[in-house]
């Protein structure tokens, strides 16, 4: 798959391991492409307004802004990404699909996790708005 059809993902936590960890969980995935990193929410609402996912990975519990004031105001986008909360804390997960996450995955993470709850799991509600946005870069 070509660099401009694949499913174009940011990940966001306070924890450099774990946006390590997930980068290289989500390496064995031909058909997404990390295009950026973030380890706080000021600056994760900041790289998905520059370069415009449709897919984030997000902490929920960071110093300042958590993962919920950062879904909020990427829901103000004209075409908000998908959002997959992915975070040691299951007592947010009711919260978390409430306020529009597409998953929400609990640490530690695995490559099983990844590939049969989130990228399986929701294949069918990556394929129009996916396919939209590809259909604009290519």
Partial sequence: MSSSQKIRCILIDDEIPAIDELNFLLSDFSDISVIGTANSASQGVKIIAEKEPDLVFLDIQ??????????????????????????????????AFEENAVDYILKPLSREKIGKKVLNGFGALFTPIVKKRLNCRI
């Fill in 62 to 95: 960071m110093p300042g802004k958590n993962g919920f004031h950062v879904l909020q105001e990427i829901m103000q986008f004209p075409e908000p990404p998908l959002v997959v909360f992915a975070t040691a804390y299951d007592e947010y997960a009711l919260q």
